[in-house]
């Protein structure tokens, strides 16, 4: 799975604004943002999967015209 399609999200996108501002106010570094990222990634992709409790199907739609869109059939 390509962790990377969490960062198109509303928080990914806040997340990379913020760190960007950082490390142009020499506050954070370049390669330490990276890492911020990768682990925002990865628990994005952890929670997604082992902490979301459903019943039905869900389905992602990514495209590059708009968010990260999940669609969540026959929910219980």
């Known amino acids: 799975m390509?962790?990377?399609?969490?960062?198109?999200?509303?928080?990914?996108?806040?997340?990379?604004?913020?760190?960007?501002?950082?490390i142009q106010n020499q506050q954070l570094t370049p390669q330490l943002?990276?890492?911020v990222l990768y682990q925002f990634d990865r628990t994005?992709?952890?929670?997604?999967?082992?902490?979301?409790?459903?019943?039905?199907?869900?389905?992602?739609h990514e495209s590059n015209d708009v968010p990260l869109i999940l669609t969540?059939?026959?929910a219980t």
């Open 2 to 22: 390509n962790y990377e399609l969490y960062r198109r999200s509303t928080l990914g996108l806040s997340l990379t604004d913020a760190l960007d501002e950082m």
């Open 72 to 74: 969540v059939n026959r």
């Open 33 to 35: 943002a990276m890492r």
């Open 44 to 60: 994005m992709a952890d929670s997604l999967t082992n902490r979301m409790r459903t019943r039905g199907t869900i389905k992602v």
